[in-house]
């Protein structure tokens, strides 16, 4: 009846997750723990009495773990944990990007499509989120009519300098290479990345700041997204939909106002923790839901693979001029999906 | 490790605790179910797995349930499960008003200061309400300096012919009674309630709507409370709090945004469950963690009591052409608070 | 064809009007000015191409004067030269309050009904806001039904010594004494003023900051404003009128937003000139059409004495515990307004 | 002292400059029109108290007119009015685009260089907008930094089927192609023009909409530019200036907020002249005040042909894919501008 969890990697948001599942989450508890630095793993086993594994791998083994979280970094490590869950047939749920490469990601939808059973879901937690699921709904009832553009900026305080040009994409815009293809309910038919000459004195040599990133969809809707990782004022996510009778936009939620000093202020969230803290609430809850019910119904190890051949499509965009570059998937999506 | 919860009254209310301790509550789960309506009992007893209970008082009583909820309605009929609760020494939450008379929270209060323990827990959710915890900590931390005024407004869409006047205090207002007090952190001096001459048309021939409620605090706050019950608006509750240096804002949460036919709008909730409901969540969670714990820290008896208190203060004012009216509470504040 | 203005008093409010006739009415010019202070007087006539006057009656005498405007401070010296410009036939736009006493408002308006002739505009500028002609407009089209409450506040950044308890009333509220009635089209019946206890530190010991009015219509709609001439956040003005089907309020204009540091905010004017630019605007050229047209429409000395007999209840009250006072307007209202 | 203004064309804008200059504008009389459609110049004539010219020539040649407003449709005949009233020495207002081409604008440019004095404003009314008047000492004070990027929509309700593709870019575009290189205070180094695929069902079979625009600047700044002209939602004019520490955003001004039906609304305004009020006034008077000075600072003729030069580069991308196109003006900026 009680879910029993474990969960790998224990950083930022591993430690975020250990919270949730071990306060927040609707049948479940925080069965297990294991993460490199092992003062991690004895902290957050003794704070919520969970065990600790020596490894990811036995982590996964345990009888006495019945799923699985992977939130490890660096992101390729992601790969062989679940790959392995997969193989022993365990639910696993793993923070986005499921891996650094499309053919990482092929491998495991390979492997589960092998499998014949859908045990991978995948941490594109804007999907759970109030904001977009108010969006999707309109678009989906045709409230507005067609969609036809949508303009999104995605932009953090700031970021350190482990964080590269390539992470704008991959780690930064992923985000919305899923949420916006899941929102119009259909495929990307190609992007670009272009650099602006102009950027914030607050980077590093290795990451040009800002990037503007277009994406096309199949039926013509254009879609323009900022990616700005520096941008010294919050977590500002902003999605609108430009529609045929309306715009539709996301808001990032608050819950008082200020006036003070001839301002009228309302916060703007500091992190993705903060500002999708709901989203990744209900992410998880739903996830243990369709494990016990032995039916994920998530963003899929699929889900996954397209975002990455997106993010694949729109590096090669970048580092060919910002030339428009077509986004192809895989041949058929397998009927597991 | 994991509790089980009874919750007596399945009304609209009591249906909404159901699925939130069913489905989103960790640590707890639905054990079982009482109603004199033998159809609901049966509708949430099956859609959860609980067990049905014959009457609350069986419900309290079993070995099988280790922490009970009261939602019942009509109000006066709290009082007896909240009492058997106490008198077997079980922990029981109680939704609010705790009763509908100052002398039968006083009996509550009396029988639960006899048993040395505090098991009972009031419904006053608005204390776990992201906006009113924001607003509180502001006040505690003096950032804008010491509060000076408050304006609210508590305004519903609309009543059905049961509610009546006294039911804008006794039902509606109690929620700032509380609420209001414990965010200044003191108590009350005196209050009145005001009966406009002009009321809505949407009103009936019972209920004088709307109502205009003053309260002063013992060190001078002062504050006005507007009471409308059909506003045909939304659930709109608002709170202004005026300080020395700053003014601070209760908002309602919104999600997303729409800009169509010459207006940009957002959302009003409909009602409490959709405005409070992470008040809610976060109200049931920090009980049962409470419980768990064996010590409950929520609203207590006590705070019934003042709340009832200060509602007395105010029907007397309302049945006196709005004369001030002191608002004087217990002797002494027994020590279990 | 063109009107030329002559100004009494060049402070504050004069030499915004100052500034307003020479540069921004259409079909007027500055022609005149006169102060006790020379060096003012001099400098507005030199930068603007005006005429200095020894004194304000030889501005109202003089025959290149076609039309005055009395500004001056402090207030009961209005009375003075509203009443000569009355007696010789010329127009006259007075700042409001018209005088700082009913019996003077009421001596303006028996020389204007003894003339036959309405020659007075007081400056009410509210009336001319955007803001308020758009609330007027959707009761007076009961676009949401039939008004019930309002709430307003009136505040200010800060006030000097030289301003006491008694002007909340008489320098302030009075805008809402006017506006207010003008708004419902409907006149009081009666008010109160309460002091809280709570006052603000920025106060001193001849002001007592804030201070809450409360005001009933004959029909009875309710009314609380509150007063607050030390708030530290700016001029912030706010009129909630709350009717049947909907609520409308005031907003002040701002024209860009900023995101920074974790806020997104908008700016509050700082004191009347700022909020009400384009009502000031809007008063001086309609006042300035009417002097043309030879028909003046704006607020009138009967408005004049309606305020001052409105302030004077509001100021009773206040000296008198917060008692209701009843508001009685003189016996009848003549045909000239 | 009072300057006679004659107005050429009394369409849409040419009559909302008449109501401008007859009841707005200080220092000003509106003394002369005309306009191929008779009735309409006699019926503001007589409205005004004006004089009927024959023909556009007519009422420049006039003696009795100091400075002429040229507000013809279509835009190419502009250019005849104003090369005669820079040939006879008489300061002229022209509205948007000052020609259809830039080889016309040049002529002008040429003619009034010859002439050796800047007798020629051209309507870009943006620059008298306070949002905008914001925006620009928010970036020439480096406030927040150095700007990065703009977003920008000009949206408008619907157009008729006399708008047609090209009209996006010169018709509408155009005002962003001035006001935001002004905003900057730099040249542009390249424009886009991208027709999106989808299409709203608005539009009709010559327009494609909605189009979108970007331009980068020499400096680097890039700024994405939504143009959608049947947005069936308001005149929604957004421009978001994201710098190195803030994001300052232009607001469409409201004067009043409204809660009804579940939703709290505020107005958007239908067109131009409503959004722009503002800025047509402050456009109009500072134009005046120049005449009257014998020195126009407003945007001049070489604004005009920068505005046009960028249009041509936009709508050459457009007829080319989209690929990027170099905006190069005339080699030197004469020393008049």
Chains 1, 2, 3, 4 share one sequence.
């Not at 224990?10 to 069965?31: E, P």
């Not at 490199?36 to 490894?55: F, H, T, V």
């Not at 507005?144 to 930064?172: F, K, Q």
Request: net charge negative.
């Amino acid at each position: 009846m009680t879910l029993n969890i474990g969960i790998i990697g224990l950083g930022f948001m591993g430690s975020d997750h250990v919270k949730r599942v071990a306060t927040k989450i609707n049948g479940a508890r925080l069965a297990g723990v294991a993460d490199l630095k092992q003062d991690l793993a004895e902290k957050y086993a003794k704070e919520y009495g969970a065990k600790i594994y020596k490894s990811g791998i036995d982590l996964i083994d345990s009888p006495d773990i019945d799923a699985v979280m992977v939130v490890t970094r660096p992101h390729e490590t992601h790969e062989q944990f679940v790959l392995h869950a997969i193989e022993i047939g365990k639910y696993v749920f793993c923070e986005k990007p499921l891996t650094l490469t499309a053919a990482g990601c092929k491998k495991i939808v390979d492997a589960e499509v092998k499998g014949g059973k859908r045990l991978v879901q995948v941490g594109f937690m804007r999907r759970f989120d109030p904001g977009y699921i108010e969006i999707k709904k309109a678009i989906d009832d045709h409230v507005y009519g067609e969609p036809l553009l949508i303009h999104a900026t995605h932009r953090n305080c700031s970021v350190d300098e482990t964080y590269d040009t390539s992470m704008s994409i991959i780690e930064t815009a992923i985000h919305e290479a899923d949420v916006l293809h899941w929102l119009l309910g259909e495929d990307y038919e190609s992007g670009t990345t272009f650099l602006p000459k102009k950027q914030t004195k607050y980077t590093h040599s290795k990451l040009h700041d800002p990037q503007i990133i277009t994406l096309d969809t199949k039926s013509g809707v254009h879609i323009d997204l900022e990616v700005f990782v520096n941008d010294q004022i919050g977590y500002d996510i902003n999605c609108s939909v430009v529609c045929e009778n309306g715009i539709i936009s996301l808001r990032s939620p608050f819950n008082s106002s200020v006036k003070k000093g001839l301002y009228d202020q309302t916060y703007i969230p500091k992190d993705c923790t903060e500002r999708f803290a709901t989203a990744y609430d209900n992410e998880i809850q739903e996830w243990v839901n369709g494990v016990e019910a032995d039916k994920v119904t998530g963003p899929s190890s699929w889900d996954g693979l397209v975002a990455m051949v997106t993010c694949d499509a729109l590096a090669k965009s970048r580092d060919n001029d910002a030339e428009r570059v077509a986004i192809v998937l895989p041949d058929k999506k397998p009927s597991l999906y």
